[in-house]
């Protein structure tokens, strides 16, 4: 199909600088936990998104010296020609299809430690760093700053070397860059001329753009990232500052790469944010410059896309969540096929690559980090050699994405989902506000699966053992999902708690289908990532009086990875939801919980009126466990396989269930992969062991 | 010097299975972050302590399969050939100083999600794992149990292959091995042969035990490394049932490798436990098994060493800390110079390099970590051109060390110390109890320098910038040190806090001195790591009533990395000490500080006598900076170099004060390293970057 005469504006070429960018799309410069660590994941992975029609697709930070040194974090790196192969491999799979390549050249100044280098941090002005362990960054005297300059302009040389077409100055996400930490008062107390008046507090800004413009900038275009908010009110970076600065520095880059800060502010989770959310904040910047300005705001929608072009509130469509999401869009826009578009839901499980420092992951996007190693790519997948017939029990998140790729490799596919709708876990964790947007899930596969000729979904449709026997599908996947325990097994408590009440407890399975209780409600949260404080949030919002009991030290600890831990501390706390950590549960009686310190056994009672534990799940097996024990029946049916998939072979997150739905897919028909179903970067070489020891 | 007759037992032969260690001296496997990520790092660190007499060398954990894969740790790998060449690299780095090469194979089992390999986790029961992100591990059919016999099998016979003479076993760690998994009832809850009684629960581990025997037995020692208590009484493992599974296996391995769980409990920090801590759990074992016995418990008295095998305790001294402080340990016993040993101070430093994912150091011992990409080594250092005068100004950790590698370089030494005795921070750190320990920091280095005819050492020799240009050394380290702020900047506050009562504020240094302040003492602790809860416990200890703030969501959030967090929450709350999280001040007046939430800004205000900022520091740089400005003076005076060194150069940890004294010294005439002043690992090839790719 042709391009929808509306979205055409998002495919006219822009100059940038002395670069020409072949459209409007533009892959921001983003984290993935990959980085110079599994360089052939990352080169894989961004040049597919150059084949998917982003017009510009950038790198991730690049440590520019060993003095900003992101340990454990796994970015790029471009301290000497040693690390010059691994951008390479990613700017020559980038030039492939036609796209441009930016670089993204970062000091972190005192936001690090240097765990790997064991350098002494560098700042502004002396102050401790971020990461809590009692150690402090280095005031820069005048040396610093001109040894700081030089490692830039070498890095921008070295950038041009390796093939790059945008070289960034970057001072945005907050306390994570240097430039950004000079800008901001709370950061830079300097007497002298970087500190001080705003022109003194920018100089190293200006000065680092003209260095990088004086040593590249006739071949390369010098984008400048700079976050205009901090949200924080006149302490931080803020709209009137913001202003001077982007009327100063006017026409110095090529490009103005404009967002707010912190990081979670900037990849804003969905639970605390719509598409566009940033549009308030940037739109002033194109008034005041000349230049081409990029900007992010979770887009997925093309018409909003090309809305913020014809409003002239930017020029360039910035995305790293949406492209992490659909690596296609910009494809799938151009050929006018939005409807397929795999929008980002906004969960934030790819941020959980950077900081946890494993290859990034996407929740709708089942490809994303496999596409080196495993050779998945995310709009191909390798026809069935036959067209059998496969059957998928449950329309949940794995039995969708099963069904989905098995239709796409041709086979003629069956689901049959039990209840009255599909989604599965997706239905019910969506019917909290919070998760709201995460239905895309479920939306975007059953929309895709409705369009395939070889594939018929039913709901109310229970199937017992003998049906799925009768019915005699060459493959049988069971999908049929997990259900959460009531007996607070789970990482505490490895037993289930004497309850002499047992109706005071309610699933959560109970709130998501719209059970109310009155009174005060307890959470006992032994999960730890997003339900329990959804749950605490969907109940507190109905005017519920909520108590959330961990027995780790944080509620929701694991949403620090997803950048939505700040956030929801905030909410819960707005909607006084009362919090105690580090409890478990002694006992529950008649409208008492007995509440036991972790530490020391101490056991407080608590009155409450209900009672809600999330704390693990049980698959839900004895459909998959009697097919097994009928495996003789399979043959004379014409049944092949029977495999169990997603929550329903381990309960584990969205991802994982997709993933597992997807990998399901992929694999039938072929041969078995062994002990590692992937490749490995062991570049590790015995014959370069010592190449240099001198002892 | 001969060995001490009451040492000599230490260096008897011993035979393991097929195998004999020359000596008593056995390095227990343990992590140290470098693993199959840094394996050159690794290798020469593990190689220098064979080096340094240890009869027996082990790997840390190292994977058999995907299934276990510890990202982001970086630990050893053997799920294929591909992995080999890092072990053939540390075995060889090991036989080359004739001792015996061990590995540590392990299945994580549920204590792992599988970040890197994405599989779903296995575990004797369906349960969740430890990773707090809402994902489970699966129930292990008996199909997994034959895999994973195969995979302990294969990964056996590989170790065999790189040249190991100990294979292990490995059932200890509490959560972290999946065969003690299936040891233990609370996660154990099959209801086939390999769950319920003893027997059955202990089932495979003896298939695992004959499994490896049978594959390797007759090449290989096979030791079993089995925590024979988990210190929570009957509900973990305990002596009774400990003491029938030794009785059971009696024979069955040739070698018992015994120790306490959890990892905290073993490696316990010094702060919670002296040297032998683990005697009076591991005691029994020798009554049981005629096969050597090897344990720990942080051993750095010789004099305890031989009582350990003449009292009948164990057969071989097992040592994973004090091998990283001093990997020569062995041979200054050997040599009668056990007075010289660089004792480990329990600070577990160490640990965090497995935590954070970092190539491990070591507070004691500078050289930990850089032995392969600075070329130190622990014991030699090369020998200055010149024995030029060196003046070092200032007797805390960083002064001393440098002193002392200075010395050891063959530099005229001179080191001037302000106050009444050397330690600097030292003395004042290990005044509070719970840090006593640490003082072998300063111990150690004063003692060495005492027996160096090229070092002169004065106290009470407070120098100003004058006398220091008079003394005209060719060389000047200063090294002054730091104070703590009282005004309460740090991370959280980046300006001073309004003090309208400056007389309830109390520096840790008073206290560090003596001081003891009366009624209800806050400390404000934004630092994160040991020194505010170490205050806490010392004031509480001497009835003070103390409230703990922070901004942060946890107390002493870093010693997560150290294995110390779970003591001190205990033991501050057995001290009665009150802690509020999330928490800032607003402002201190007359007898009241108001905290504020970080999250809503909510003010609370709370009554107090007196407050504690532990923030952050400032260095004490006044002496430096003002010989920086007379440099113009320095060359009448014959001084070439003027240098800062530690917490006076930048505030940190003892381990980076210490290191930096210590390059200093390896600096010195040394040429420039430039921009990169060590070797890196970037075995990236361009040549094998798409080796097997077909898309």
């Known amino acids: 199909m042709a391009t929808d005469p509306s979205h055409r504006i998002l495919f006219e070429p822009l100059r940038i600088g002395p670069k020409t960018t072949k459209n409007r799309f533009y892959q921001v410069p983003h984290c993935n936990g990959m980085g110079h660590r599994w360089p052939r994941t990352m080169a894989e992975m961004r040049g597919i998104k150059a084949e998917g029609g982003w017009g510009v697709v950038c790198t991730e ?38 796209a441009l390549a930016g670089i993204q050249l970062v000091h972190n100044g005192q936001s690090v430690s240097n765990y790997f280098s064991r350098i002494p941090s560098l700042a502004p002005s002396p102050a401790p760093t971020e990461t809590g362990n009692s150690t402090q960054a280095r005031g820069m005297d005048k040396q610093d700053i001109r040894e700081l300059r030089r490692w ?11 093939g790059y077409d945008i070289i960034y100055v ?62 924080m009110g006149p302490e931080g970076m803020h709209k009137a500052e913001a202003e001077d600065i982007v009327g100063t520095l006017a026409e110095l880059p090529d490009l103005w790469d404009v967002n707010v800060a912190d990081w979670g502010n900037d990849s804003l989770p969905s639970r605390f944010g719509a598409e566009g959310a940033q549009e308030k904040y940037v739109q002033f910047v194109k008034s005041l410059t000349t230049k081409p300005v990029v900007g992010v705001g979770r887009f997925t929608s093309p018409d909003t896309m090309a809305g913020q072009i014809t409003r002239g509130v930017l020029d360039l469509i910035g995305a790293a969540r949406p492209s992490i999401a659909d690596p296609f869009l910009p494809q799938k826009i151009k050929e006018g ?111 895709m699966l409705s369009k395939q000729t070889n594939a018929r979904l039913f709901t109310q449709s229970r199937l017992d053992a003998d ?110 939801v ?24 101490a056991s407080t009672p ?34 092949r396989t029977v495999t169990r998939i997603g929550d329903c072979l381990v309960p584990g997150t969205l991802a994982m269930a997709i993933h597992s739905g997807h990998e399901y897919a992929r694999n039938l028909d072929a041969p078995d992969p062994g002990d590692i179903p992937f ?17």
């Open 337 to 447: 096929r939005s409807d397929e578009i795999r929008e980002c839901i906004g969960c934030n499980m790819c941020t959980s690559g950077d900081y946890v420092a494993y290859p990034m992951r996407c929740t709708q996007n089942p490809t994303m980090g496999e596409e080196w190693r495993r050779g998945w790519h995310p709009e191909r997948i390798a026809r069935a050699a036959t067209s059998d017939s496969v059957l998928v029990v449950g329309g949940g998140p794995s039995g969708l994405e099963a069904a989905l790729a098995a239709a796409n490799r041709g086979y003629d596919v069956t689901l049959a989902e039990a209840s009255h709708a599909l989604g599965g876990r997706v239905l019910g964790e969506t019917a909290l506000a919070p998760l709201r947007q995460w239905k895309r899930l479920s939306d975007h596969r059953e929309y």
């Open 578 to 601: 009362d919090m105690v950590c580090h409890h478990g549960i002694g006992g529950i009686s008649n409208g008492h919980v007995r509440l036991e310190c972790v530490y020391t056994g």
């Open 467 to 576: 049906q799925i026997l009768e019915m005699g599908a060459a493959h049988v996947a069971i999908a049929t999902g997990a259900v959460w325990r009531t007996d607070f097994t789970g990482i505490h408590h490895r037993f289930p708690v004497p309850v002499s009440a047992p109706e005071l407890i309610i699933s959560p399975e109970d709130i998501m289908s719209g059970t109310m209780p009155g009174g005060r409600v307890m959470i006992f949260d032994d999960d730890h990532y997003y339900l329990a404080s959804s749950l605490a949030e969907h109940l507190a919002a109905a005017g519920i009086d909520v108590l959330l009991v961990t027995p780790a030290a944080e509620v929701a600890g694991w949403t620090h990875f997803t950048l939505e831990y700040e956030h929801i501390q905030t909410r819960l706390r707005e909607l006084d």
């Open 61 to 98: 930070e690049c440590s520019v010296h060993p003095t900003s040194d992101l340990t454990p974090a796994t970015l790029m790196r471009l301290w000497d020609d040693s690390d010059l192969p691994v951008h390479e491999l990613m700017v020559n799979k980038v030039h492939e299809h036609g």
């Open 152 to 162: 830039f302009r070498e890095a921008a040389l070295r950038s041009r070397r390796a």
């Open 679 to 695: 490749r490995r970067e062991n570049d590790f070489d015995t014959s370069r062991i010592w190449p240099e020891f001198t002892s």
């Open 606 to 639: 608590v009155e409450v009126d209900a009672v809600i534990p999330v704390t693990a799940r049980n698959s839900r097996a004895p459909l998959f466990d009697e097919l097994m024990t009928r495996q003789a029946e399979w043959a004379d049916h014409g049944i």
């Open 170 to 231: 970057y001072a945005a996400h907050g306390i994570m860059t240097l430039l950004y930490q000079f800008l901001l008062q709370r950061f830079n107390q300097r007497t002298d001329e970087y500190g001080g008046s705003l022109e003194n507090r920018l100089r190293l800004v200006r000065e680092v753009l003209e260095d990088t413009r004086d040593a590249v900038g006739h071949d390369c275009a010098v984008a400048f990232r700079f976050a205009v908010d901090e949200l």
